[in-house]
């Protein structure tokens, strides 16, 4: 979808700011969320362009006003009311344990973690799949505007570049976003030149790469 | 001035609801309060810009492995043993005399985690994400890089689920460094391409 | 510039939300703020493409976060900060008179504004100025992205139309916005097809129609 | 629910800060505060969407007129005494059975304010700008209006000075009625393009 998080190439931002000596987590709530998102992951009820879309769906002012690890609690609370692990009356409840019940065993331990530090599905897959392209050559990012998770930005939608390498079989994020199969295709590094991209006012020698799946590319 | 210092502003209300979205977590028998504990410590001590390091140094030292590591990176880093990797599809990407590449993920924060760590907050800033792929050369002056106008920028959008660092270019006056003494000098901007490395002074004769 | 502003075509706000009975203003001061606006519009010190610009040049978050009449406060005092009619102290004074000094005349005066009701400077020149394209020629609207205030939105850069016909001569809005030449040229009617926009999955006979200087367009 | 309702809300450092610079021009002399009530008393009390009303009913009344107000809207409202709109570059643009025209400023929010007043919220609104243009058939259905789809639809992205103005069909229902009985039935929306105008119902015999 064409969301606000989709900002490539636009202005008004302001200038980037480094922060010397930044610390990995400014606060002790923002390492609670990331190991929520990572641990909660490992329960295999969403994928991880599931994940994403839920942070593409927040409204524009919301996720514009919103902290990164502020995006990452909205979308997470989305997923896990969404797929119905938590009831959206118990999110709503204040803070503190609910009643006297004993807490069943956690389904994502230690054990599982441990194994998982730093390792993730990153939805490459070893099926047969021809590819459409090969190194060198031309093509056309398609113009297209799902109103679902895409992963093509919409910078390089009808702009001509080169097949730079083919990085092998992914899922397919369009369709594995919202659990309607894994389409598995090849993915390719895409060269495009700047001027290509914003116009004649671009570095002559510049270029951007953008890694494209088989259904976001046409031949020239 | 922006997100980059929005961390600073006064978050009680959402320190309260990550606590109570924590403890029902752990109520439902959804996940272990330990496993969270082990997952950030993982992230705040052991997982971060070194292991990236490491590997720059060691492509410096080793021209096979550097010609390995361009070729297929996930491959020629799992020979130095580090976990999870090969999982990723990292691409390693080379700075030469001519060509300079910068990573950026303008839909979302992807970054190369066991490489690198969390990505800095101005990683992950719409300030970032929105200018590098545009203007590149402003992105690097707020980093106080002025690139010649005869170097060629390459900048890589991670819009897919390969990872990319940049190999920067060996600092003169690092002749005859070991391979630690080498990955000392490799800061994590060099390998996201926001910073160059400087070159060494000549060290006063003993 | 690629600011915020230029929304055509982002998906995530939500409905339109009609208002049965909707009054002009919804408050005084929304009233007062158009008024001004208009007001020292008369003034001639800034063209309407950059009252436009000052707009444009808010940040995102306070765009999007701002009421329509709050996006028109927040330019109107831009644009008297930037031209020296009132300084930024003054501004942040806190309201009603400063010290004794009697008010001088004012500049813009009933007698003023009566004669320019419902009318202003919609920028149409008399300059004897060829036109590049005829009606039924094939464009392409330029692959462009400048840092300044254009009137060319994202949506249709690089994309092929048709000149459906020629408005006449108007200055041009990316010179005229800082005051940098007026630039007179003919401006068109293009028509796009909705599928040439957006795609393949765009209601076939859908076309959009698009108001374009000389200057953001090619042949095909 | 978004932008729509904002002015509801409490607002009352806006209000202040609004006064103070009215304050601020008038004491520096640069405008009148009884302009500023003339421009406010005319948007509210004289110009509105009944200028735009006049203009269809007569172009359904009067073949001739509408052939001249489709080929060069502003020379033919002039010919009504409408003040002001031969300076804007008036199109008028006709619904027929087979083409619905919708309306729209995707930059900013232009409108033909001459014909049809100040525009109402939802037309300044982001969700209108950002999605009239690649949705107008669920913009519409927004307004109640499912539109068959082999009815063409085109939509009038305002980027320049020209200003739109939709010439809505004419009811079924209408023979015989005078411009005045006509432009009653003519609705603000019906000119922008989100409303079609339904057909009066036969009168009773007397």
């Given amino acids: 979808m064409n969301s606000i998080h989709d900002m490539g190439g636009m202005d008004g931002f302001g200038p980037v700011l480094p922060e010397a000596d930044e610390p990995v987590f400014h606060a002790e709530w923002e390492g609670r969320v990331f190991a929520m998102v990572r641990a909660t992951g490992l329960l295999g009820r969403w994928t991880l362009d599931g994940s994403r879309l839920s942070l593409e769906r927040l409204n524009p002012v919301d996720y514009l006003k919103a902290s990164y690890y502020e995006r990452w609690l909205q979308g997470l609370e989305t997923r896990l009311v969404a797929t119905g692990l938590v009831t959206a009356a118990e999110l709503a409840r204040p803070s503190g344990r609910g009643g006297g019940s004993e807490a069943p065993p956690p389904v994502v331990t230690v054990a599982a973690v441990s194994g998982s530090l730093g390792r993730r599905d990153a939805g490459r897959r070893a099926d047969a799949v021809a590819a459409k392209f090969k190194p060198g050559d031309a093509v056309v990012a398609r113009v297209m505007n799902p109103t679902g998770h895409t992963r093509i930005p919409r910078y390089v939608r009808g702009r001509r570049g080169v097949i730079d390498r083919d990085h092998g079989v992914f899922v397919f994020p369009d369709t594995n976003a919202e659990l309607a199969g894994e389409k598995p295709q090849h993915v390719y590094a895409v060269r495009f030149t700047a001027s290509e991209i914003w116009g004649a006012d671009a570095a002559e020698r510049d270029s951007v790469y953008v890694d494209l799946w088989d259904d976001y590319l046409d031949p020239v | ?206």
Same sequence: chains 1, 3.
């Fill in chain 2, 1 to 206: 001035m922006g997100k980059n210092h929005r961390h600073s502003e006064p978050l009680a209300e959402t320190t309260l609801r990550v606590k109570a979205l924590e403890s029902l977590l752990i109520e439902k028998g959804l996940v272990d309060a330990a496993a969270l504990d082990l997952i950030v410590e993982a992230y705040e001590t052991k997982i971060g810009p070194r292991n990236g390091a490491g590997v720059v140094a060691r492509a410096w030292v080793d021209p096979h492995f550097k010609e390995r590591l361009l070729r297929d990176g996930s491959a020629a880093i799992a020979e130095l043993g580090i976990e999870g990797v090969h999982d990723e599809g990292l691409v390693v990407v080379e700075n030469t005399p001519t060509v300079h590449n910068l990573v950026v993920c303008t839909l979302c924060s992807c970054y190369p985690w066991p490489m690198l760590g969390l990505p800095p907050v101005w990683y992950k800033s719409d300030a970032y994400r929105a200018r590098a792929v545009r203007d590149p050369r402003g992105v690097l002056r707020d980093f106080g890089i002025e690139l010649a106008a005869d170097i060629a920028i390459r900048v890589w959008d991670s819009t897919a689920e390969l990872r990319y660092l940049v190999l920067p270019e060996r600092p003169a006056g690092t002749d005859g460094m070991d391979a630690a003494a080498l990955a000392a000098l490799v800061t994590r901007d060099s390998m996201i391409g926001t910073a160059r490395l400087a070159p060494v002074p000549a060290r006063a004769a003993p």
